[in-house]
């Protein structure tokens, strides 16, 4: 079956430090790739996502891209901040459903 | 802009209790799903929704029942709770579009103790 893979966290940095998030997805077909982030005691947002093979989502500096050859759809950020301080997870949703498959999530520490 | 509400952000409920947790939308979306979320595992699906009266187990529907009687509306159902059910829970909500790939909105998450 469809799965996702992300890497253990916390991941901690020094503001302005390069970040990136590894995760990888097992799927038949061609699957929606996306991130989602959850700040401290609030619900998921959409951070960003891609349909196809080579699209590159991006929002808020936060970019990333589905590498089909690969199956993966690694988070990068060039310059993280504080503010970007929390939990971020990596989600599928296959063919022809509308139902997400979340990976475990990981923990981001930025200090100033 | 879209909003899930849960009804409660904190709960604390005894063993045996029966316990509604409830969720509503305002912006007509067709799906609606329950997760909970526990560290180290994530989100896992326990129903989900596409319709007025219409549901579908998730991944782990033991020891849960749901409830759409309207549209807006969404209720999780602990039958009889247990101890092994505290968790975040959270609700979701989508529009019936696979095609545009519209996300999936959240609420803040009620976090439940069964004591």
């Known amino acids: 079956g469809n799965s996702v893979t992300q890497m253990e966290g916390p991941v901690t940095l020094s503001e302005e430090a390069f970040l990136t998030i590894n995760c990888t997805y097992t799927?038949?077909?061609?699957?929606?790739l996306f991130w989602y982030v959850q700040y401290p005691g609030e619900g998921l947002q959409l951070l960003l996502k891609a349909t196809k093979a080579d699209d590159k989502g991006s929002n808020k500096g936060f970019e990333a891209t589905y590498r089909k050859e690969t199956t993966s759809f690694h988070l990068e950020k060039g310059s993280v901040q504080v503010s970007d301080s929390a939990v971020y997870f990596c989600?599928?949703?296959?063919?022809?459903?509308?139902?997400?498959?979340f990976g475990t999530g990981t923990r981001l520490q930025v200090f100033p | 802009d879209v909003k899930v509400t849960q009804s409660s952000r904190y709960l604390v409920k005894r063993t045996g209790e029966k316990v509604f947790l409830e969720c509503v939308q305002d912006m007509d979306h067709e799906n609606m799903f329950w997760y909970r979320q526990d560290p180290g595992l994530g989100l896992r699906l326990i129903y989900f929704?596409?319709?007025?009266?219409?549901?579908e187990k998730g991944d782990i529907p033991e020891g849960y029942s749901v409830s759409r009687e309207k549209k807006e509306r969404f209720s999780l159902i602990l039958e009889s709770a247990s101890t092994n059910q505290t968790s975040m829970y959270l609700c979701?909500?989508?529009?019936?579009?696979?095609?545009?790939?519209?996300?999936?909105?959240f609420g803040d998450g009620t976090r439940l103790s069964i004591l």
């Open positions: 989600a599928l949703r296959g063919y022809n459903t509308d139902k997400l498959i």
């Open positions: 979701a909500s989508s529009e019936l579009d696979r095609l545009s790939n519209q996300p999936q909105h």
């Open positions: 929704s596409y319709d007025v009266k219409m549901k």
């Open positions: 799927a038949t077909g061609y699957p929606s």
